[in-house]
C-alpha cells in the first residue's frame, strides 16, 4: 500500500505561480498512473491532471490545460504539479492520487473511482 503526502500549497496572488509535489512510500510510484484532483469549498471533487505511469501520457482538465503541466521522476518517488497563472476560482485542496496500473503502463484516468490511494491534500489559496 503506497502513502502520498502532498506539499508545495500556499498563497499566492492571481496569475502567479506554485509547484505541488507528491511523495511516494510504500511502494514503487512506477507501477502507479498518477493523478491530481482538487476540492474547493462546497464543490465536488474534480480532476486536474494526471500521468501515466511511464510518463509518456498525460491528461488535463479543459479548464487547466496550457497552464498546468504534471510530471514525474520515478527515481524519486515523486510526482509534481506546476500550475502557472492561477485564477482565484481554482482556491482549493489539492489531492495527489495514485492508480494501480501494473499492466498499463500508458493509461491515464481521470475518474475518481479509478484511482486507489489518495495523499491528505494541500491547500492552495489564490487571492484577487
Known amino acids: 500500500q503506497v502513502q502520498l503526502v502532498e506539499s508545495g500549497g500556499g498563497l499566492v496572488q492571481a496569475g502567479g505561480s506554485l509547484r505541488l509535489s507528491c511523495a511516494a512510500s510504500g511502494g514503487t510510484l512506477g507501477s502507479y498512473a498518477m493523478g491530481w484532483f482538487r476540492q474547493a469549498p462546497g464543490k465536488e471533487r474534480e480532476f486536474v491532471a494526471a500521468?501515466?505511469?511511464?510518463?509518456?501520457?498525460?491528461n488535463y482538465a479543459d479548464s487547466v490545460k496550457g497552464r498546468f503541466t504534471i510530471s514525474r521522476d520515478n527515481a524519486k518517488n515523486t510526482v509534481y504539479l506546476q500550475m502557472n497563472s492561477l485564477k482565484p476560482e481554482e482556491t482549493a485542496i489539492y489531492y495527489c492520487a495514485a492508480d494501480y496500473r501494473p499492466y498499463s503502463p500508458s493509461y491515464v484516468g481521470q475518474e475518481r473511482l479509478e484511482y486507489d490511494f489518495w495523499g491528505q491534500g494541500t491547500q492552495v489559496t489564490v487571492s484577487s
Open positions: 500521468i501515466s505511469r511511464s510518463g509518456g501520457r498525460s
